[in-house]
């Protein structure tokens, strides 16, 4: 008898029509014939979708490049189907779920003639967790296939799991054409499905990463009560050997990855990674709040990646225990077949190709690599991984972390005076906006509550409201920090040295977790006073370390009214208590000024 993913794929392929099925094992000995056929067999863009590179110095490594107009996410054309407009929210692109159907099943129509049909079913998480989901995607792509592989847990486990049940999450996808035009990213929330046509860039084409890991997971947490976050999970171990765990969510650009692999600086403290962008907070049968990692991989961003930056990172990349690793559209050094980007150490290679394939030196005005440039490795290949990364229980939470890039206003780190208060901080974060968005006015702000603005599947009023009752329900609830690594001094230096030096940040935290020190309360949340605060050989005058802690009444008129601004785009799905604590800041920033 038919079960219902046999029936599932088999009216997935009498509409693509492909050439062949073949059903993935995520074995090593699968990868390395997916990669042969890459190499020999599929094109894009006239060229071969996988290159060897040289194992001396990058073991297992090979070089992908995406079609040129395929380098980054669509948000433009990522659309959640949810039956009403109201659902989706302001947040996302919506579009009537008939309408979506029918527009992709055109072009899915006969898309895969001539191609394998690759089935991939997998999990996000480890199998044995309970927090866990079995999900199928369908593909065209090697290249999407291997990397699916390295970031989730392909193969027997995962029909095992789904076995005769229709509990699984299910992905379409193809590359199509390439065509910019025909490039689409459809979520239908209220069946667990995701529908990608026209890109085989990792965020439009993984569909386990963004597509279900947050946009549909985001939705299927609101349904049952727990919560699929935008947010590395890391565990912070000191001297006497008691580890503690958070969760943080930083927007890109403001060192998410380097934080999760961060490499102490301080004796005795060492740091356990267990994720790099995806957690799903559970409320544990204790009343604590506990995450999982549902990924198994990183796909993140080479540009900047160094032994100075990460050098937990270069070494996960330089490691081979799990193959292989990818790089995509970073530049090539063609005389020792290596990957090369921009703040990779060493000298520049003389011989490079740019991540479009043409020559280039350093006289060139164009980065050789694209700045949204990436490597897939898995997580197993981290030599700081937690020895909880497999837990299926998860890790209990002790503190959330909610960052930003802001040059002043924010300081250094600042506690929530309780757990709503923490929720509206998550709600108003915000960075500046950089040169590198030239279509937008730099220094002005860019609010992304939570981090989550492109990836929560429905109205993030309703989510904020969710965020809300998961914190009734918590017996021990998470402390919450704002953190801002970026204050910048009279000249536009930077204060603080950050990167390994962050450590001196998180071990005042866990300090107040666990009751060892007090903290000065501003308008803002509670601050460390100067003492409790490891600045020990670090170049700081007292001068700067008070900027670095600054509330400056006066200047928060403008930051007031945006947020307000911005607030009252969710009209009456805002719950009444982020106003209230809105206008409890307002209050607390006038007195202030008295």
Known sequence: MTTPLEHWVEEQARLTKPSRIYWCDGTEEEAKKLLE??????????????????????????????????????????????????????NNNWMDPKEAKEKMKKLFDGCMKGRTMYVMPYMMGHPKSPYARACVQITDNSYVAISMRLMTRMGKEALDRIGKSEDFVRGLHSVGDFNPERRFIMHFPQENLVQ???????????????????????????????????????????????????????????GKTNLAMLQSTLPGYKIWTLGDDIAWLNVGPDGRLYAINPEAGFFGVAPGTSLKTNPNMVKTLKNNKFFPTLY????????????????????IPSQLLDWRGDSWDKSKTTKCAHPNSRFTASIYNCPNL?????????????????????????PLVAEAFDWQHGVFIGTRMGSEITAAATSLTVGAIRRDPMAMLPFCGYNMGDYFAH??????????????????????????????????????????????????????????????????LDLSGLAISPEHTEKLFEVNPGEWTQELAEIEKYFQSFGSSLPEAIWSEYRRLADKLAAAKR
Request: hydrophobic content about 35%; aromatic content about 10%.
């Open 386 to 410: 937690s020895k909880e990364f497999d837990n299926p229980k998860g890790v209990p939470i002790d503190a959330i972390l909610f960052g930003g890039k802001r040059a002043q206003l924010i």
């Open 196 to 254: 990608s046509f026209g890109s085989g860039y990792g965020g439009n084409a993984l569909l386990g990463k963004k597509c279900f890991a947050l946009r549909i997971a985001s939705c299927i947490g609101k349904r049952e009560g727990w919560l699929a976050e935008h947010m590395l999970v890391m565990g912070i171990q000191d001297p006497h050997g008691k580890t503690s765990y958070i969760a943080a969510a930083l927007p890109s650009a403001c």
């Open 467 to 532: 965020w809300l009752d998961i914190g009734r329900r918590l017996k021990q609830p998470p402390k919450i920090y704002s953190i801002n690594w970026f204050r910048t001094d009279e000249h536009g230096q930077y204060i603080w040295p950050g990167f390994g030096d962050n450590i001196r940040v998180l071990k005042w935290i866990m300090d107040r977790v666990h009751g060892h020190v007090d903290a000065k309360e501003t308008p803002l949340g509670l601050v460390p006073f100067s003492k409790d």
């Open 328 to 347: 995509t559209n970073t530049g090539l050094d063609t005389q020792n077949e290596e990957p090369w980007w921009e703040g990779l150490d060493g000298e």
């Open 37 to 90: 056929i890459g190499m020999k067999e599929e094109k894009i863009n006239g060229q071969p979708v996988f290159l060897t590179l040289s194992d001396k110095n990058w073991p297992g490594a090979y070089f992908h490049r995406s079609h040129p107009n395929d380098v980054a996410r669509t948000e433009q054309l990522t659309f959640v189907c949810h039956p009403d407009k109201l659902t989706a929210g302001p």
